[in-house]
């Protein structure tokens, strides 16, 4: 059974920083592209930041410069580093995994609320 589990969420002052991480168990983590997405109320899923099996990464425009993404394939876990964070970051962050191969495999987190605000 395939699990993404995201934590790290909470609330933040504007300006702070918080890491999220997502654990993955049930799939072979290396061969899978991490991404984060988010989704405040009333909007669409937002694509935030990738980072690809073999290590590229990518981000929004609106993140750039402020987020990071990285992977730890021992530990089976993708990470959102999150820095100088802004109330309109408010959102919850999703985990998903994409297969980097050519079967059409994907998983979903659950999701973790990141609220910015003083």
């Known amino acids: 059974q395939v699990q993404l589990v995201e934590s790290g969420g909470g609330l933040v002052q504007p300006g702070g920083s918080l890491r999220l991480s997502c654990s993955a168990s049930?799939?072979?983590?290396?061969?899978?592209?991490m991404n984060w997405y988010r989704q405040a109320p009333g909007n669409l899923r937002d694509l935030v930041a990738t980072?690809?099996?073999?290590?590229?990464?990518g981000y929004a425009d609106f993140v750039k410069g402020r987020f990071t993404i990285s992977r730890d394939n021992e530990k089976n876990t993708a990470y959102l580093q999150m820095n100088s964070l802004k109330p309109e970051d408010t959102a919850t962050y999703y985990c998903?995994?994409?297969?980097?191969?050519?079967?059409?495999?994907?998983?979903w987190g659950q999701g973790t609320q990141v609220t910015v605000a003083s």
């Open positions: 998903y995994a994409r297969y980097s191969g050519e079967v059409n495999d994907a998983y």
């Open positions: 049930g799939i072979t983590f290396s061969l899978f592209h």
């Open positions: 980072i690809t099996s073999g290590g590229d990464t």
